[in-house]
């Protein structure tokens, strides 16, 4: 029970903070997309959903190659921030914001792409500046879509496997998530462990997505 609990804890806080990670850089690039054309905007749009349909586990070689020790982000982060990334807990949030950052991007544009533009033009012949108009009418206007994003962003964070099994590895008390949880517990054949950790998995991304498409379908006042 003090396992299941702590497993949860840890999965919760997880997908909590890569949510808070991606939202400032998805908002933001979901903006751009929804908004504005630019030289490569297509290029990008195919970078961002690239781990959407390659598998998790390419995407978590990926993510070794460039934060390991003798990756040239992780040789970085360790020689000039004093910061280890690989086989940590920092390396499953990590690997659940990469994986969750293209089903936030998609929502925030989505959102974005809904938003009036008549409405930021009146705010800007009113005297707002481009910056006052996206604060005060762009964003409120989409809150909800951007919500929902977020709620689903979270969501696909609880559930990831094949990146973090890759980047984190699958620690006891330091990297094992719920998912990683149900696949250790199965190879070590205690099949009861696993089916509570499953109920628990079942009922928090029953719980996110319900929420998600409950922002997704209110109509915005």
Same mark, same amino acid.
């Given at each position: ?85 690989? #086989?940590?807990?920092?390396? =499953?949030?990590? +690997?659940? &914001?990469?994986? @969750?950052?293209?089903?936030?991007? *998609?929502? !925030? $544009? ?84 696993? #089916?509570?950790?499953?109920? =628990?998995?079942? +009922?928090? &991304?029953?719980? @996110?997505?319900?929420?998600?498409? *409950?922002? !997704? $379908?209110?109509?915005?006042?």
């Amino acid at each position: 029970m003090g396992d299941l609990l702590d497993i949860t804890l840890f999965t919760l806080g997880v997908a909590l903070l890569s949510t808070l990670l991606i939202l400032p850089p998805g908002v933001a690039l979901g903006w751009l997309l929804a908004r504005r054309a630019w030289p490569g905007k297509v290029l990008v749009e195919t970078l961002v959903a690239l781990p959407l349909v390659i598998p998790p586990v390419a995407t978590g070689l990926i993510l070794l190659k460039l934060f390991g020790r003798r990756g040239p982000l992780g040789r970085f982060f360790e020689e000039v921030l004093g910061v280890e990334i690989v #086989f940590t807990w920092k390396a =499953v949030v990590l +690997a659940s &914001a990469v994986m @969750a950052f293209p089903m936030l991007v *998609r929502a !925030a $544009r989505v959102a974005f792409e809904e938003v009036n533009p008549r409405l930021e033009e009146t705010a800007r012949t009113l005297g707002a500046s481009a910056w006052d108009a996206f604060w005060s009418v762009t964003l409120p206007s989409a809150r909800r879509g951007l919500l929902a994003g977020c709620v689903l962003a979270f969501a696909r964070a609880l559930g990831e496997f094949g990146a973090t099994v890759m980047l984190a590895g699958m620690i006891p008390g330091e990297t094992i998530t719920l998912a990683l949880g149900i696949y250790h517990e199965v190879q070590l054949g205690r099949d009861e462990a696993a #089916f509570g950790l499953v109920l =628990v998995s079942v +009922a928090l &991304a029953f719980v @996110a997505l319900w929420a998600s498409e *409950r922002l !997704a $379908r209110r109509r915005p006042v």
